[in-house]
């Protein structure tokens, strides 16, 4: 069974910085990607970053430049370092990550964590 486990989450002042992490357990084959999503009340859940295991990363337009995903695959971990924080990115941040469980999977199973809480108060 699968499972993401994130830490890191809680209160800053604007401008301040925060590292979420998550780390991947279970048994299972291979690990495809890992990201972060986030959701703030009323609106949908969106991107801020994903990197795949080979090592490329993207993100939201509205972190570039704030944010850093790493990953490190012998772990079965990722972060998200955010820096120079804003109110707007308060939000629960979620974990993700696409995995194969088995070798015969042809495709990753999409996991979420729990979330974790990020508020930046301005």
């Known amino acids: 069974q699968v499972r993401l486990v994130e830490s890191g989450g809680g209160l800053v002042q604007a401008g301040g910085s925060l590292r979420l992490s998550c780390a991947a357990s279970?048994?299972?084959?291979?690990?495809?990607?890992m990201g972060w999503y986030r959701q703030a009340p009323g609106k949908q859940r969106e991107l801020v970053a994903r990197?795949?295991?080979?090592?490329?990363?993207n993100y939201a337009d509205s972190v570039k430049g704030r944010c850093t995903i790493s990953r490190d695959s012998t772990k079965n971990t990722v972060s998200l370092e955010m820096n120079s924080l804003k109110p707007e990115d308060t939000a629960v941040y979620y974990c993700?990550?696409?995995?194969?469980?088995?070798?015969?999977?042809?495709?990753?199973?999409?996991?979420w964590g729990q979330g974790t809480q990020v508020t930046v108060s301005s």
């Open positions: 993700n990550a696409g995995i194969r469980v088995t070798g015969r999977d042809l495709r990753a199973a999409n996991y």
């Open positions: 279970g048994s299972f084959f291979s690990i495809n990607t």
């Open positions: 990197v795949t295991f080979p090592g490329t990363s």
